[in-house]
């Protein structure tokens, strides 16, 4: 597999925040999870045996409360069956786009103490991720 991607480069995060902050916006989730968590040492979870999925799925309980107090829901998720066009090592177990009233929202998210101490469980799970923004548009019958 070529280059992996947990959290964003200081890059590609300036570039989101140059973005509009008070449209809606949707961030495509694409995950691979690790066959075992990896947390820091003596963290409370460290230890436990865990797999990537059920990392993220704890990673899912903690951050849900902030994620949904700040107006985001999810809009799509499914589970990866494979590639039609594009490398073939890309592979992901999981897929979902989280819907945020604004970029502002997002950002409230993440600044969050709460969020900030959940978001080590993300990192523990993951070995590889897409985070990708788009401005929604309409959806119908038509490309």
């Known amino acids: ?7 964003p480069s200081r890059a590609n995060f300036e570039a989101f925040k140059d973005l509009p902050r008070d449209e809606p916006i949707h961030m495509l989730n694409l995950l691979l999870y690790r066959e075992l968590a990896e947390y820091p040492e003596g963290h409370e979870h460290a230890g436990k045996g865990w797999s990537g999925g059920r990392a993220y799925e704890e990673y899912g309980k903690t951050s849900g409360p902030i994620f949904r107090r700040v107006g985001g829901e999810i809009v799509w998720r499914g589970t990866f069956q494979t590639v039609v066009t594009g490398p073939d090592d890309m592979r992901w177990h999981d897929g979902f786009v989280a819907q945020y009233p604004n970029a502002g929202a997002f950002f409230e998210m993440i600044k969050d103490s709460d969020y900030q101490r959940a978001v080590v469980n993300r990192t523990a799970a993951l070995m590889d991720s897409r985070l990708v923004r788009f401005k929604p548009g309409g959806a119908g019958e038509g490309f």
């Open 1 to 7: 597999m070529s280059e992996t991607y947990i959290d």
